[in-house]
């Protein structure tokens, strides 16, 4: 493609959205953004996340691509760091890997799981004993007496990584129609409430919006409770072993904030959060560290992620419109590297075999 006189239109401007609109106004695309929100903020899945950008973690219980592709997204945000230049609540300083003792068959599942899919060195996966973990992390050793540590993961703040894009990809000249609602997508062609909009590419990044044109998808809840915690001090991201699912405890790194929050609830449903979730959540965080039981509930937060039967995320091409979905609770952690592989098809001179390269990775 010709990038300079290219013109592109995205429908949806959640994380995925926004990345890709980046990387394109980056490679000197003339983009443009339609989506059903305000532009600082709105009903996206991405609001409703933690930001964690953990490939170790998901290992046990999703497929070797999620990983692999997490890991190139580990390198993608270190550049995107660069490239956008303001703050993202980015921080790199790895996560634990928990387990009270009546639920240490869940350990050593996770443990065995990774350690049998991937054979990571000891630069990437370490398993602390009382004392390493006291000396990595002080606050969690009264608990706990082992840890798995997780040395290259990282984690961002969602709210502040999605304005920067937005204020970044404004100034670089994109044009953002907020408070669009979306009526069609065709090849070339986006058609709004406000009338209809030609392309030279359609890339179609709407989540649970573009179901009725994708029915496959389904939406799988996610739920977060923020904290403010001053007597707690982690550090690390946390990974709580759950019978019924993986908890996670994420510092904010600011104002003594956390969030507290489930990976995965097989369920559509929107509405606030049960009683039941909220007490499983609060309580898992009390039983990380006493402290979090004089802490105070700042917001709760709930959301349903867009997915597909395999949860895996998927790029469809075809002329004039490309669709990218089905990123599951992995949309910080996959959006750079999905976005990348869609770069690389538009710059390739020979498109039958990037075509086919693409389809093999990410179909």
């Known amino acids: 493609m010709l990038k ?20 394109l106004l980056q490679a000197g695309y003339t983009v443009s953004i339609f989506d059903k929100d305000d532009i600082d903020f709105g009903s996206a899945a991405a609001y409703t996340a933690a930001g964690m950008l953990t490939p170790y973690c998901e290992v046990e219980s999703a497929e070797l691509m999620v990983y692999e592709l997490g890991k190139r997204s580990l390198e993608l945000w270190d550049d995107l760091a660069t490239e956008l230049n303001g703050d993202l609540g980015y921080f790199k300083r790895g996560s634990l890997v928990v387990a009270h003792s009546a639920d240490q068959p869940d350990y050593d599942q996770f443990n065995q799981q990774v350690l049998h899919k991937l054979s990571p060195s000891s630069d990437q996966y370490q398993e602390l004993n009382s004392q390493e973990l006291s000396e990595l992390e002080p606050e969690l050793s009264n608990q706990f007496s082992s840890a798995i540590y997780l040395p290259e993961e ?15 990809l404004i ?5 953002w129609y907020p408070n669009r609602v979306i009526l069609d997508i065709m090849p070339h062609v986006i058609t709004t409430n406000e009338g209809e909009h030609s392309f030279d590419l359609v890339i179609d990044c709407r989540g649970l919006g573009a179901k009725s044109q994708w029915p496959e998808i389904r939406g799988v809840r996610g739920e977060i409770i923020w904290l403010k915690a001053p007597e707690v001090n982690i550090k690390h991201l946390v990974r709580l072993m759950h019978p019924r699912y993986r908890l996670y405890l994420v510092p904010r790194g600011y104002d003594d904030l956390y969030i507290v929050g489930a990976t995965q609830i097989e369920s559509n449903d929107m ?9 499983e959540l ?9 402290g979090f039981a004089e802490a105070r509930v700042v917001d709760m937060r709930t959301n349903c992620r867009p997915a597909l039967d395999d949860n895996l995320p998927k790029i469809e091409l075809s002329d004039g419109l490309i669709r990218v979905n089905g990123l599951f609770r992995h949309g910080f952690l996959l959006s750079p590297a999905l976005g990348e592989e869609v770069m690389q098809y538009l710059e390739s001179t020979d498109y039958q075999s990037a075509y086919t390269t693409l389809i093999n990775r990410v179909a």
């Open 171 to 175: 100034e670089g000249g994109v044009s």
């Open 4 to 23: 300079t006189s290219t013109t592109v239109g995205i429908a949806g401007a959640g994380v995925m959205g926004r990345v890709l609109a980046w990387q």
């Open 154 to 168: 990282a984690w961002l703040s969602p709210s502040k990584t999605l304005k920067l894009l937005a204020d970044r």
């Open 271 to 279: 509405g606030p959060m049960s009683v039941r979730s909220c007490l």
């Open 282 to 290: 609060l309580s898992a965080a009390y039983s990380l560290h006493s």
